[in-house]
């Protein structure tokens, strides 16, 4: 069993989880590292999930309960880093499931080499078929001695396999209050933004490739719903704004740590993104009016500014040539279409 020096808090965001959320709970409760807090935050559930939230309350004493009105992740995982007392903190999804030995691992590699943050591998798997790979292939990365955040980033990055998860590590808290790093409420994928900025500012950073969480992708994840029309635009203009977040973060950090260029070109690949959606969004008038934002909120410009290497220069001239070209073609049936109006 662990040692009960060092305490871990574990914070889940519960919303609506269902008969999940007690798989994920007893995953936890297995944990082979006995120093733990596991904070829920029930973010206005309607289902079941919140009784079994209570159940484990009356059972375990070191689990405990937080409610607040509907408000998303970040402001529940904010809301847990509050409550938090551990030396440590680590987030679960509450339809995920955790290994047995998970934070057992990552603490004994923190306290043995005194880490700002220790991350692992995860197993992805598909719900509904029981298909499971690896997040990290270990030939893109294998395990590391203990590197900068910044080196640690730069090398995850430089992967391109590497994702920006708060759940494949642990952090220390006090790192997080200095620094007030938060989550930023109502951004959908806050992860990489939060993650980036912990990297940053972490002096020491390790990483395993044993996979120690498990990560169900099912049709209802956030990443995963097939958007289009309005709901498309309005997910689109979060990854916008990721760009913007990242490159001010860039600028702010530029004066203290080694900004290397895996961090700017971050920047052309999230842009990149909105790029592929604009392509695949069937709607007319709502792919004009993505395009009309790429350019008007920077988008466009950071995407071009930040590219780092040939790939990305590659990739970011094609689809500035489509773009222009897109943007060319609904303007001029715009005009087809005045001059057609103003003869009637």
């Not at 709970?25 to 120093?35: H, K, Y």
């Not at 938090?84 to 998970?102: H, I, N, Q, R, S």
């Not at 390790?206 to 498990?214: A, C, G, H, I």
């Not at 099912?218 to 990443?223: A, F, G, I, N, R």
């Amino acid at each position: 069993m662990g040692s009960s020096k060092s305490t871990l808090s574990i914070i889940i965001p519960l919303y609506n989880a269902g008969n999940c959320f007690r798989a994920c709970m007893e995953s936890l409760i297995a944990q082979t590292w006995s120093a733990l807090e596991i904070i829920i935050v029930n973010d206005g559930s309607t289902d079941n999930s919140v009784d079994i939230a209570r159940q484990y309350v009356e059972k375990y004493p070191h689990v405990q309960l937080l409610h607040q009105n509907n408000a998303g992740a970040s402001v529940a995982r904010n809301r847990g880093l509050a409550a938090a007392t551990g030396e440590y903190v680590a987030f679960v999804d509450a339809d995920d499931l955790v290994y047995p030995k998970m934070y057992e691992t990552l603490m004994t590699m923190a306290l043995q080499d005194d880490l700002d943050i220790a991350q692992c591998n995860a197993d992805w798997c598909i719900r509904e078929t029981g298909h499971t790979w690896l997040s990290i292939p270990t030939d893109r990365i294998q395990s590391t001695g203990v590197l900068t955040g910044p080196d640690w980033l730069r090398m995850a990055l430089a992967s391109r396999r590497w994702t920006h998860v708060v759940w494949m590590g642990v952090y220390r808290r006090d790192i997080i209050e200095k620094n007030k790093i938060a989550f930023i409420p109502g951004l959908h994928h806050q992860d990489i933004v939060w993650t980036t900025e912990f990297m940053f500012n972490a002096k020491r950073a390790r990483y395993t490739e044993q996979p120690l969480y498990k990560y169900f992708v099912h049709d209802l994840s956030v990443s995963r719903l097939k958007r289009q029309g309005q709901n498309n635009l309005h997910y689109q203009r979060h990854y916008i704004k990721i760009t913007r977040l990242l490159e001010k973060l860039n600028r702010e950090y530029a004066d203290r740590i080694p900004i290397y260029p895996e961090f700017q070109q971050q920047i052309t690949w999230e842009a990149l993104r909105v790029c592929h959606a604009v392509r695949k969004e069937p709607d007319m008038l709502t792919r004009q009016q993505m395009i009309s934002e790429i350019f008007t909120s920077g988008m466009y410009k950071r995407m071009m500014t930040n590219v780092r290497s040939a790939k990305a220069a590659y990739q970011a001239l094609l689809w500035s040539a489509r773009l222009y070209r897109w943007r060319d073609k609904t303007m001029s049936h715009r005009r087809i279409s005045h001059k057609a109006i103003n003869r009637r």
